[in-house]
């Protein structure tokens, strides 16, 4: 971390900040020649071959470090650059930056060291190319809505040894202005052609060819917030780490690589959704109840994908189980495997879509607005304030619920929910050790009605398969389902009993 500290305390150090997007080769060149692009260009665009090698260790230090050191030629020009730190909210990468010319194709330490940039601690010795990036850069200064941006369009490859990654993306750096101005801009090219906001730099990619390394799911997390903290700050700080979480792991959905990244995008979206309404109460806002709204509508999707991985994977396999030779089980299996893939392609058409993309830029020009906080509560009071709400919500669910009443059941489980991840948003204010007891309490709660939820949509789902030549089997599916049900009741006393007993973690 020392070095970390060191790269962002430096007088001479630069802050890069740029939004990157995706985009198909066929759309690039469409983008290029575009009358709109035109009309916002100031100058002429120049295109530049670019070449940059990338250095690090044979054990990947710098990147460690969250570092990345290059050389780029630029014409008869060399550029050597060191980035690190800075992070990426919303897709917008803010990255501090030490830049400077050097006399040849050589790592210049001294000039590194006069720019400001500082090397990790025995590094300096051991580096040595590890892969480059190849690419035709056409640059265009443009002007909008008051910022001056520079738009750049990339096209080539990275290359590692045998290995290559194809480059096809848009850059808008932040020249003047605000960073506002990024998203609206990104918004304006959008209606011209499909584009994906980029979660992952050039350098990234260049780390997974030369480690032969594949992306993993991202499971989510909160960034540490302060006591001193504005509410505004710390709920948009929120706001960035779910969009960090659902922008990590969407590429994984769409490729099908891993069922558990569509998961990793559900609980992003839902904890979002969550964040989303409570800065509502804080604050009303038109554009972010907006946001919520649609945000909630990819939740339902999402939900119904849910509902059928859960049947698929781990409601009927221990029924097929117990009658293995039951053919009327395996047709169900079947059909509801077909069922499965079809909400899973429904999503994959809602996650790839223009919309979500636009949704994404929305919520990131809405986070980079100025939001003057005028309000006298404290974070502290905030958070203990709306804690304890959610808490009567949970109690007063319970004090309704009747025997084996679904629907209480269902709301009971849903307060839980919001009570647990509003405790996970807010847990750096917390006591440690306070915070780990009451969560484990309150998960153990969540798990029990969890199951009875999952009992409750099998026999809904089962229901959507049933025709006169499936009722028996349907029937046996409801029986078996039902004796479960009966294991859980005396496990969700004893959970409760748990729960009520508990001292909260906030006090």
């Given at each position: 971390?020392s ?5 962002c305390c430096?007088?001479a150090v630069?802050?890069?900040?740029e ?6 080769a066929?759309?690039l060149?469409k ?6 692009v035109r009309?916002l260009?100031s100058g002429?665009a ?8 990338y250095?690090d260790?044979p054990?990947?230090a710098?990147s460690r470090h969250?570092m990345?050191?290059?050389l ?5 020009q ?6 690190g730190?800075?992070?990426v ?13 050097v006399?040849?194709?050589q790592?210049d330490?001294e ?6 940039g500082?090397?990790?601690?025995g590094?300096r010795?051991?580096l040595?190319p590890?892969?480059i990036?190849?690419f035709?850069r056409?640059i265009?200064l443009?002007?909008y809505?008051g910022a001056q941006i520079?738009l750049?369009?990339?096209?080539g ?7 290559s ?5 848009v850059?808008l750096?932040?020249?003047?202005g605000?960073p506002?101005?990024l998203?609206?801009l990104?918004?304006a ?6 584009m994906r906001?980029e979660?992952t ?20 997390g909160f960034?540490?917030?302060h006591?001193?903290q504005?509410v505004?700050?710390a709920l ?7 969009l960090?979480h ?10 099908r690589?891993?069922a558990?990244y569509?998961h990793?995008?559900?609980?992003g979206?839902r904890r979002?959704?969550?964040v989303?309404?409570?800065a ?6 038109v554009?972010?109840?907006s ?6 509508e ?5 939900g ?14 221990p029924i097929c189980?117990?009658f293995?030779?039951?053919?009327g089980l395996?047709e169900?299996?079947r059909a509801?495997?077909?069922a499965r893939?079809?909400?899973?392609t ?7 879509s223009?919309?979500f ?5 929305r919520?990131g020009a809405?986070?980079h607005s100025?939001?003057i ?6 974070l502290?009071?905030f958070?203990?304030?709306?804690l304890?709400?959610?808490?009567e919500?949970v109690v007063?669910c319970?004090e ?8 209480q059941?269902?709301?009971l489980?849903?307060a839980?929910?919001k009570l647990r991840?509003f405790?996970?948003m807010?847990?750096s204010?917390f006591?440690?050790e ?7 309490v309150?998960a153990?709660l969540?798990d ?9 949509v ?5 229901d ?11 029937a046996l599916?409801h029986?078996?389902?039902e004796?479960?049900?009966e294991?859980?009741d ?8 748990r729960f ?6 906030w006090?």
């Amino acid at each position: 971390m020392s070095c970390l500290i060191d790269l962002c305390c430096s007088d001479a150090v630069s802050i890069e900040t740029e939004l990157k997007l995706h985009i198909s080769a066929e759309h690039l060149s469409k983008l290029k020649r575009h009358p709109f692009v035109r009309s916002l260009t100031s100058g002429r665009a120049r295109t530049l071959k670019l070449t940059s090698i990338y250095y690090d260790t044979p054990d990947l230090a710098l990147s460690r470090h969250a570092m990345a050191l290059r050389l780029r030629n630029v014409g008869k020009q060399w550029i050597q650059t060191l980035k690190g730190g800075g992070k990426v909210s919303a897709g917008l990468h803010q990255r501090n930056e030490f830049e400077a010319s050097v006399p040849s194709e050589q790592l210049d330490f001294e000039v590194l060291k006069d720019s400001g940039g500082k090397l990790p601690h025995g590094v300096r010795h051991h580096l040595r190319p590890i892969f480059i990036t190849d690419f035709s850069r056409n640059i265009r200064l443009v002007e909008y809505e008051g910022a001056q941006i520079e738009l750049c369009m990339d096209s080539g490859e990275i290359r590692a040894g045998h290995q290559s990654y194809p480059i096809s993306e848009v850059e808008l750096e932040l020249k003047s202005g605000e960073p506002r101005q990024l998203f609206k801009l990104a918004m304006a090219l959008l209606d011209i052609v499909p584009m994906r906001v980029e979660h992952t730099s050039k350098a990234e990619y260049g780390y997974r060819l030369c480690s032969a390394s594949k992306p993993s799911v991202k499971k989510g997390g909160f960034s540490p917030l302060h006591r001193d903290q504005s509410v505004s700050d710390a709920l948009r700080s929120l706001i960035a780490d779910c969009l960090s979480h659902v922008q990590s792991n969407v590429p994984g959905v769409l490729l099908r690589s891993d069922a558990e990244y569509l998961h990793q995008v559900r609980v992003g979206l839902r904890r979002l959704r969550v964040v989303l309404a409570v800065a509502l109460r804080y604050r009303p806002d038109v554009e972010l109840a907006s946001l919520r709204e649609q945000v909630s509508e990819l939740c339902v999707g999402l939900g119904r994908s849910r509902e059928w991985d859960v049947f698929v994977t781990q409601t009927l396999p221990p029924i097929c189980a117990r009658f293995p030779e039951h053919e009327g089980l395996q047709e169900i299996a079947r059909a509801s495997e077909r069922a499965r893939k079809q909400q899973h392609t429904t999503i994959d058409m809602h996650l790839a879509s223009p919309d979500f993309q636009r949704m994404l830029l929305r919520l990131g020009a809405w986070m980079h607005s100025e939001v003057i906080d005028i309000s006298p509560i404290s974070l502290k009071s905030f958070v203990s304030r709306s804690l304890k709400k959610r808490l009567e919500d949970v109690v007063n669910c319970r004090e309704r619920l009747r025997a084996k009443d679904k629907v209480q059941l269902h709301r009971l489980r849903i307060a839980c929910k919001k009570l647990r991840y509003f405790i996970e948003m807010f847990d750096s204010l917390f006591d440690p050790e306070k915070s780990k007891t009451y969560l484990g309490v309150l998960a153990d709660l969540q798990d029990v009605l969890g199951r009875f939820n999952d009992h409750a949509v099998a026999q809904r789902l089962a229901d959507t398969l049933e025709s006169k030549a499936r009722h028996e089997v349907i029937a046996l599916i409801h029986e078996t389902l039902e004796q479960d049900v009966e294991a859980l009741d005396a496990g969700f006393s004893k959970a409760w009993k748990r729960f009520a007993k508990s001292k909260v973690c906030w006090e």
